[in-house]
């Protein structure tokens, strides 16, 4: 990745901005009727995507403020231009639900030469609502207007116009800004095409950044207040820097390959994660007591707690219905305590007992059974029950639950391939995040790829997929073969191995029976001897 080095026209003390035609004007020159202060140029950076490509990267951060501050979790967006029918005056003086002083409607804000495209006010909202508060923005997407840029000597097509990008916080002081947000009364982003550009092959162009006066010095001298500013040049850098990075993907073609929220809306899911994470994160990261990463741990089970109570509030309408779930492997035992402090009835179990079980209420204790599955369908090869391990009798669960019974396989390693066969033995639903690859028979193997599809291209120019996708291919085969619909979520956790597989639907229609797919998969031979070697080996990290 190339280095990107922005000219700082603060401490080059050129701070002349852009005039009503789009180019270099002197300071103090007003573009803008409301408010009536000048812009100033805090950073440029030379470019060579289009215009058309800057609006797609501005309009992608638009939509995704967490992509310039991991302060912020996502916008909601109240109104868009392109879709409200009321005019934006229509709206003036409309107040937010929470503040009553603040302005809902879109800012007023006209810049002579250029036309307004669309206009959108977002909601910021952040990912800690108890440091940081959310704060509304007017963001205003605007283009050299055809009249004015037809002044110019060689006035360039539509397309490669000058663009601009303006954001006004709905702040009235200093106070009222947030951390997450520069202090600013508004940014703008410039896209300037070079006036001896050629209209064809790459263009030349410049991309700017420009502010109006900070609240931290609205009496004075803005260039020595922000000089003695770092943190603020630094922010204001970044965000130049992020929509200059996405121009440039932009123009090199980009497509997003990782889609999220399909099942589950975003602000939905974020919503209740941040619920989840002010119930339990502080308790459960200060009675951690185990050799892992308490921060990796704790907030991947919660970002998995807050999408299955999401999906189970869709698929059972009230709580008496609800069928209770099992957590099969579930290691520390933290998925399954926040969902029954959430309270939702189930329980769940592990080869190995960890050391997190015992800091839980005796309720969730309760919940918690150090077990061997041993599928009912290989008990003819099983052990003695009796079996001694140590001085204690082992306890062995044959895999059959109560029907509709609501199987967690979270990173199960060996019972991950077995998920979807349990889960069709006792006509259950499913969540599966796979992780480590395992056979039916309990052994390491890598799983083979996904077959290409009749109307895939030349087969030769087709990636070879990763272990890990070939996996979750694998056994999303396995639940498709025996009736499941299975729905993929790309779940939001600090984790790489975050693909989940949802199998709430089910048909025993041209099903497989779970011992047709047994034996085609290659069968379980080994599995009872490797599943009780797994009970005298240490715990894992997961």
Known sequence: MSSFKPTNHLASKDTTSFNEAGSATSKGSSIVTVPEEPWTRILSHPCTFSGQDFDKAMWNLILNPNLNSPSLFRADILYDSDHDSDHDNDREGQSDESHDDVQTGPLPMQVQGFETCRVVV???????????????????????????????????????????????????????????????????FLHQRDQDS??????????????????????????????????????????????????????????????????????????????????????????????????????????????????????????????????????????????IREGWRGWGFDARRRKTWATFDVDVQQN??????????????????????????????????????FIISNHADELTGWTPLLAAASQSPFLIIPCCSHDLSGARFRAPPAKPSSTSPDTKKVPIPSAYASLVSWTAGLATSLGYTVETEMLRIPSTRNTALLGRKWSSDGASSVEDVLRSSGGGDGWVERAMKLANCNARSH
């Open 368 to 405: 918690l059974k150090e077990t061997v599955l041993v599928p009912r369908i290989l008990q003819q090869t099983r052990p003695d029950t009796n079996s001694e391990k140590g001085n204690t009798q082992m306890s062995i669960h044959d895999g059959v639950f109560l029907p509709g019974t």
């Open 198 to 339: 050629s209209s064809s092959g790459d263009p030349n162009a410049t991309l700017s950044l420009h502010i109006i006066t900070p609240f931290l010095s609205s009496h004075g001298d803005v260039s020595i207040s922000f000089q003695n500013d770092g943190h603020t040049i630094r922010v204001l850098g970044h965000l130049l820097e992020t929509t200059y990075r996405h121009g440039e993907g932009m123009a090199a073609g980009y497509v997003k390959r990782v889609h999220h929220d399909r099942i589950v809306p975003q602000p939905q899911y974020q919503d209740a994660y941040t619920r989840l994470k002010q119930r339990h994160a502080k308790r459960l990261l200060a009675r951690w007591v185990e050799s892992t990463d308490p921060n990796k741990h704790v907030f991947e089970d919660l970002g998995i707690a807050a999408f299955l109570t999401e999906v189970w509030s869709d698929m059972y309408s009230h709580e008496d219905i609800f069928p209770g779930f099992v957590d099969i492997g579930c290691g520390n035992g933290v998925l399954v305590d926040i969902l």
């Open 122 to 188: 977002r909601r910021l909202v952040p990912r800690n609502p108890a440091r940081d508060a959310a704060m509304l923005q007017t963001c205003r997407i605007l283009r050299a207007s055809t009249e004015q840029d037809s002044t110019k000597q060689n006035p360039a097509p539509e397309d490669d116009a000058d663009h601009l990008v303006i954001y006004q916080p709905h702040v009235q002081t200093f106070s009222q800004m947030p951390f997450y947000h520069p202090p600013v009364r508004a940014i703008a």
